[in-house]
């Protein structure tokens, strides 16, 4: 069973700050989705990668199979950025294999 | 195109009642999951569905739940006489295909908030 652990699980920042939200995984993978769920509760998701680098707008998401570690960053955060951003080992056996962490509350301080 | 509709938004249960929560996937989405999110825990895979078949239901607690996907209406997640560890934040996310990848990805709704009194 693969255990995924998110760091920090809390985190405040100012306006304009550069933002890393990590997350590792006990359990090789076929591909790490990162999520986002908004302060109204609805999930989006944000990138699903099982290699390298990933880039949308401000964020980017890294992934290391080696080392069983992937990142989210936001460059220039902003207020909106405020939300839970949670990742999701999958296994490979599709939506119904995947292993969620806890997630980790941002705030973006204007 | 509607995303994934979750109904009701909130509801309210004594213990002892009845709970019916409902998703209408994507559409063209035949695929439909359930996951439960308790406080201070990450979401949890409770059921796969496809239409009129459970694919998939290690998730969920062997009794007093319930899930189907009729061939025509939404998903319907069922819990009997809840309880108040029922109490949680049932989400519905839908695919394309079984596999989830770019080219089929995941799409939630924006959840159901079951409060058991």
């Known amino acids: 069973k693969n255990e995924v652990e998110q760091s920090p699980q809390n985190l405040t920042a100012q306006e304009g700050e550069f933002i890393t939200i990590n997350c590792s995984y006990s359990?090789?993978?076929?591909?790490l989705h990162w999520l986002q769920q908004h302060p109204g509760g609805g999930i989006v998701s944000l990138f699903m990668?099982?290699?390298g680098k990933k880039k949308h707008g401000r964020l980017i998401a890294t992934i290391n199979i080696q080392e069983k570690h992937s990142s989210l960053h936001i460059t220039a955060s902003h207020p909106r950025d405020s939300a839970v951003y949670i990742c999701a080992a999958d296994s490979g056996g599709g939506a119904d294999g995947l292993t969620f962490g806890k997630g980790t509350h941002l705030i973006i301080q204007p | 195109n509607a995303g994934v509709m979750q109904n009701p938004r909130h509801l309210v249960r004594r213990r002892g009642q009845e709970a019916r929560l409902r998703c209408s996937p994507m559409?063209?989405?035949?695929?439909v999951y359930w996951y439960r999110q308790l406080p201070e825990e990450g979401l949890k895979f409770m059921v796969y569905l496809q239409k009129e078949n459970i694919i998939d239901e290690s998730g969920m607690p062997k009794e007093r739940f319930s899930a189907e996907f009729p061939k025509e209406g939404p998903s319907i997640l069922r819990i009997q006489q809840v309880v108040r560890g029922d109490s949680a934040a049932y989400f519905c996310?839908?695919?394309?295909?079984?596999?989830?990848?770019?080219?089929?990805?995941?799409?939630f709704g924006n959840g159901t908030r079951l409060t058991v009194t």
């Open positions: 990668l099982s290699s």
């Open positions: 559409k063209g989405h035949s695929h």
């Open positions: 996310a839908s695919s394309v295909t079984s596999g989830i990848g770019s080219n089929s990805p995941l799409h």
């Open positions: 359990v090789g993978i076929s591909a």
